[in-house]
């Protein structure tokens, strides 16, 4: 059994999405930031950081962002999001998803210059390739979850960063995308500053 530990709108948005994409069957446990329930002791035993997400695997614990698009990828090959047996896709794969989680994600809490920096690497690093890995992947998730809440936020226009913002569109037509959109604004958002 699979349970997502999720707030909507932050970085469990992309397991969100992977388990979607997945098909595979999974349990929701929405998390309140305003009500510190990511800091209740229940939770804190699961995820000492008291970060989101977190994805219990029969009850087991599974954390961080990356580890977790990883772990489906790999568990429900059948949905393609890894290219099978490529040891350079899952290089490559694993090159963005440590960029994703280091460089952009703590981007923007050094201030909009370096985040709008940090934008244009992965606007170049991206280029006019329609997917990352050149094949729709657990890559596109994660970098989709982060551009989508900059975007939001920070309304860039789309010559900006005209790699990224295609890329974004792209995503939102994904029937997984719009199911995590959907369920996660039905329970609301509370992002963090």
């Known amino acids: 059994m699979l349970t997502l530990y999720l707030a909507p ?29 990511n800091r209740t002791p229940a939770y804190l035993a699961l995820n000492p950081e008291g970060k989101v997400p977190t994805l219990l ?3 087991r614990p599974l954390t ?5 698009l990883f772990y489906l990828a790999k568990r429900f090959p059948e949905a393609e999001l ?6 350079d896709a899952d290089a490559a794969a694993i090159s963005w998803m ?10 923007r809490r050094r201030g909009l210059e370096r985040a709008r920096e940090v ?17 729709y992947s657990v890559v596109d998730i994660h970098l989709f979850r982060l551009y989508w809440r900059f975007r939001n936020s920070l309304k860039p226009g789309d010559d900006e960063f005209p790699n990224l913002a295609a890329h974004h569109d792209r995503m939102l037509i994904r029937p997984a995308v719009q199911k995590a959109l959907h369920v996660e ?3 609301g958002y509370e992002l963090p500053a």
Do not use: C, K, Q
């Not at 999974?26 to 930031?33: T, V, W």
């Open 64 to 68: 961080e962002v990356a580890a977790i």
């Open 9 to 37: 709108g932050s970085s469990s948005m992309a397991p969100h999405i992977a388990l979607y994409e997945t098909g595979a069957p999974f349990e929701i446990r929405a998390l309140s930031f305003s009500r510190r329930e």
């Open 185 to 187: 604004s039905e329970i």
């Open 82 to 87: 890894l290219p099978a047996n490529d040891i």
């Open 119 to 135: 934008y244009e690497i992965a606007d170049r690093r991206l280029g006019d390739n329609v997917w990352a890995l050149g094949a």
């Open 57 to 59: 695997v029969d009850g």
């Open 98 to 107: 440590s960029f994703i989680a280091s460089t952009i994600h703590p981007a």
